[in-house]
């Protein structure tokens, strides 16, 4: 992954944390599940990005499953 790409996800990161707040972690599950069941794995793997992104973003003391 290049550096442009980690730094737009933490910039999506930091929008949707902003965004959704402690549902946070449900709104990207949901996005996942659609891509998965689209079978969009470009799109899937973006998602998995973002989801660590938020997953640092916030800090270790709080887990995205």
Do not use: C
Not at 2 to 9: I, V
């Amino acid at each position: 992954m290049e550096s442009d790409d980690e730094a737009r996800a933490f910039l999506i990161a930091r929008d949707l944390i902003a965004q959704h707040g402690e549902s946070v972690a449900d709104f990207l599950q949901n996005k996942i599940d659609s891509f998965t069941e689209a079978g969009d794995y470009q799109q899937l793997s973006a998602w998995f990005v973002i989801r660590n992104a938020v997953t640092l973003s916030l800090g270790s003391n709080r887990k995205l499953h």
